[in-house]
Nanobody
Framework: QAQLVESGGGSVQAGGSLRLSCAVSGFIGDIYCMAWFRQAPGKEREGVAGVDGDGRTSYADSVKGRFTISQDNAKTTLYLQMISLQPEDTALYYC???????????????????WGQGTQVTVSS
């Protein structure tokens, strides 16, 4: 059974750091995109960072230079290292997967067919 399970969220002060993890299980194939999305109250869900099976990454402009997406060598865990966190980064963060690349992994959000349950990140000023 394919499954994505996020962890690592929490509450930090502005300028702090967090590392989110997403445990990946039950998937096969090396052609895929995995990505982190976030949704703040009253806002649409937005793509934050993505990576494909070949290791190509993409980032939202708002997080470039502060967030880093990565996978472990076995590709069983997806990470999102976040530094210099700001109150506007407060959101519920989800990891997601789709079985194709379609170019930039942050585009065509509707094609992601597996989602985790989300982990809350709260940044206070």
């Amino acid at each position: 059974q394919a499954q994505l399970v996020e962890s690592g969220g929490g509450s930090v002060q502005a300028g702090g750091s967090l590392r989110l993890s997403c445990a990946v299980s039950g998937f096969i194939g090396d052609i895929y995109c995995m990505a982190w999305f976030r949704q703040a109250p009253g806002k649409e869900r937005e793509g934050v960072a993505g990576v494909d099976g070949d290791g190509r990454t993409s980032y939202a402009d708002s997080v470039k230079g502060r967030f880093t997406i990565s996978q472990d060598n076995a590709k069983t865990t997806l990470y999102l290292q976040m530094i210099s966190l700001q109150p506007e980064d407060t959101a519920l963060y989800y990891c997601a997967r789709r079985p194709r690349t379609l170019g930039d992994c942050l585009q065509q959000q509707y094609t992601y067919n597996y989602w985790g349950q989300g982990t809350q990140v709260t940044v206070s000023s």
